[in-house]
């Protein structure tokens, strides 16, 4: 019978002993070896672990079509021209409700749909440039396994028939050479305004710091200090008042904040996982830091799944390649408010287990690293119990906090440059998506004018 699952598999290239942790296809013929190999390449494995599960996920999609339409296509071109159809309008029969294949697909977003096909052609692409399933296309059906041979056969197509051509910078000259272009791309993604992000209400993270990050003490003898959740209130200034992500926050060691004693204030910087300095001598990076001092990989070596996976956006650095992300507090006080709240963790900080040591500033109730998912969750309680829904259109999630830092930097008359290096982007048109103004802003801003008029 056919099937096709995800596992997570610990992948070996070399002799060093050295296994990359990578989420994999496996089939009634074994794991799908080519997709696995695709995302240990050099050029793919430095993508993030949302990238790779998101190329697995596709390639899951394309593997199910194949089984549930075994011997319906005689040619590949049309296998998946009905595929990249499958994909945006479904496989559901508007008037019988039925579906031969089992999928019971639902239609897809114009715009997933070709992200999904991407992730196929990169694929085909690279198989297309292996030497050893150039010689497997020559004759591929005598492969033992069916899900490679019609991998092949797709990479074949795509190169030499240019059927997924939504890449392409000349677009012109393809359709030269192939009429039937337009018959295998997806529907046009309609142009639209993209609703500006919400950011957390300016007006509740007072109220969020003093009443939200609260916690629970059995001590008899508990003073008020001990009903303070100085962690939530910490990583919270970072995201509010820094404007970092929340992913960030969790690579911070302990040694990466720095305290400024003239100013009585912190200074924070987080440097690069893998790349970064460390506060020892003798190692080169982060990396061979947390391997050979802790046993430990890099936070976004991890896959999704794994507790101590976090993520990393490749913000502009500071200082070169290993160097770090500053945070530049605004206002400027909160750098003041950060360091005592930060101090006041430390005091409540559980350390490590002996056996378990790390270098993370941010623990768990056990010393372990503390986690983006169980943050995420005292993030959420935090702001239900200032009354608030936790949801991302009313921008109460944790990343709510990183739009008001850009948008409180704009509104402060900073330009646009200063507000990509402050927010540590690459270009300094990134950040208008933090600035741009929300609809109630235009309502108001129209009725202020309206209210000249008169």
Same mark, same amino acid.
């Given at each position: 019978?056919?099937?096709?699952?995800?596992?997570?598999?610990?992948?070996?290239?070399?002799?060093?002993?050295?296994?990359?942790?990578l989420? @994999?296809?496996?089939?009634?013929?074994?794991?799908?070896?080519?997709?696995?190999?695709?995302?240990?390449?050099?050029?793919?494995?430095?993508?993030s672990?949302?990238?790779?599960?998101?190329?697995?996920?596709?390639?899951?999609?394309?593997i199910?079509?194949?089984?549930? *339409? =075994?011997?319906?296509?005689?040619?590949?071109?049309?296998?998946?021209?009905?595929?990249t159809?499958?994909?945006?309008?479904?496989?559901i029969d508007?008037?019988?409700?039925?579906?031969?294949?089992?999928?019971?697909?639902?239609?897809?977003?114009?715009?997933?749909?070709?992200?999904?096909?991407?992730h196929?052609?990169?694929?085909?692409?690279?198989l297309s440039?292996?030497?050893?399933?150039?010689?497997?296309?020559?004759?591929?059906?005598?492969? @033992?396994?069916?899900?490679?041979?019609?991998? *092949?056969?797709?990479?074949?197509?795509?190169?030499?028939?240019k059927?997924?051509?939504?890449?392409?910078?000349?677009?012109?000259?393809?359709?030269?050479?192939?009429?039937?272009v337009?018959?295998?791309?997806?529907?046009?993604v309609?142009?639209?305004?993209?609703?500006p992000?919400k950011?957390?209400?300016?007006?509740?993270?007072?109220?969020?710091?003093?009443?939200g990050?609260?916690?629970?003490?059995?001590?008899?003898?508990?003073?008020?200090?001990?009903?303070?959740?100085y962690?939530?209130?910490?990583?919270?200034?970072l995201?509010?008042?820094?404007?970092?992500?929340?992913?960030? $926050?969790f690579?911070m060691?302990?040694s990466?904040?720095?305290?400024?004693?003239? *100013?009585?204030?912190?200074? $924070?910087?987080?440097?690069?996982?893998e790349q970064?300095?460390?506060?020892?001598?003798?190692?080169a990076?982060?990396?061979?830091y947390?391997?050979?001092?802790?046993?430990m990989?890099p936070?976004t070596e991890?896959?999704?799944?794994?507790s101590?996976?976090?993520?990393?956006?490749?913000?502009?650095?500071?200082?070169?390649?290993?160097?770090?992300v500053?945070?530049?507090?605004?206002?400027?006080?909160?750098?003041?408010?950060f360091?005592?709240?930060?101090?006041?963790?430390?005091?409540?900080? $559980?350390?490590?287990?002996?056996?378990?040591?790390?270098?993370f500033?941010?623990?768990?109730?056990?010393g372990?690293?503390?986690?983006?998912?169980?943050?995420?969750?005292q993030?959420?309680?935090?702001v239900?119990?200032?009354?608030?829904?936790h949801?991302?259109?009313?921008?109460?999630?944790?990343?709510?906090?990183?739009?008001?830092?850009?948008?409180?930097?704009?509104?402060?008359?900073?330009?646009?440059?200063?507000?990509?290096k402050?927010?540590h982007?690459k270009?300094?048109?990134?950040?208008? $998506?933090?600035? =741009?103004?929300?609809?109630?802003?235009?309502?108001a801003?129209?009725c202020?004018?309206?209210?000249?008029?008169?």
């Amino acid at each position: 019978m056919a099937y096709v699952l995800k596992a997570n598999t610990l992948y070996r290239n070399d002799k060093t002993g050295r296994e990359v942790e990578l989420p @994999a296809l496996l089939t009634q013929d074994g794991l799908l070896i080519s997709h696995l190999r695709y995302l240990a390449s050099n050029r793919n494995l430095r993508r993030s672990a949302s990238w790779r599960e998101r190329s697995v996920f596709a390639c899951k999609l394309l593997i199910r079509w194949i089984n549930g *339409n =075994e011997g319906r296509y005689t040619k590949t071109q049309d296998l998946l021209s009905s595929f990249t159809e499958a994909l945006e309008y479904g496989t559901i029969d508007v008037t019988t409700q039925a579906d031969p294949t089992g999928l019971y697909w639902t239609p897809r977003m114009t715009e997933d749909a070709r992200t999904l096909l991407g992730h196929i052609t990169q694929y085909t692409d690279w198989l297309s440039e292996e030497p050893e399933y150039k010689t497997a296309r020559a004759n591929p059906f005598m492969k @033992a396994t069916l899900i490679e041979q019609r991998m *092949n056969w797709c990479a074949y197509y795509h190169k030499e028939g240019k059927v997924f051509l939504c890449h392409l910078s000349d677009q012109r000259s393809a359709e030269e050479k192939n009429a039937r272009v337009r018959k295998i791309r997806t529907s046009q993604v309609p142009v639209f305004r993209k609703r500006p992000t919400k950011r957390f209400p300016e007006g509740e993270i007072v109220n969020l710091l003093e009443n939200g990050w609260v916690r629970r003490s059995a001590d008899p003898c508990a003073l008020e200090h001990d009903f303070i959740d100085y962690k939530g209130r910490a990583i919270t200034i970072l995201m509010h008042y820094g404007g970092l992500r929340k992913s960030e $926050v969790f690579h911070m060691y302990l040694s990466d904040v720095i305290v400024d004693i003239k *100013n009585n204030e912190a200074i $924070v910087r987080i440097y690069h996982p893998e790349q970064g300095r460390v506060p020892e001598e003798g190692y080169a990076n982060r990396r061979d830091y947390l391997n050979r001092r802790y046993g430990m990989k890099p936070r976004t070596e991890y896959s999704k799944s794994h507790s101590l996976h976090a993520g990393w956006k490749a913000p502009l650095l500071t200082d070169g390649p290993d160097g770090y992300v500053e945070v530049f507090f605004y206002p400027l006080v909160m750098a003041k408010e950060f360091f005592y709240n930060y101090v006041m963790y430390l005091k409540q900080r $559980v350390d490590p287990l002996a056996h378990a040591d790390h270098p993370f500033a941010f623990t768990n109730t056990t010393g372990s690293p503390e986690t983006m998912k169980n943050f995420n969750r005292q993030h959420r309680d935090a702001v239900h119990r200032i009354g608030l829904p936790h949801q991302k259109m009313q921008g109460t999630t944790e990343h709510g906090h990183r739009h008001s830092y850009g948008y409180r930097l704009a509104g402060a008359g900073f330009d646009n440059v200063t507000i990509q290096k402050a927010m540590h982007h690459k270009s300094p048109d990134s950040p208008r $998506v933090y600035t =741009e103004p929300t609809d109630e802003d235009v309502r108001a801003k129209l009725c202020e004018k309206l209210g000249e008029s008169r």
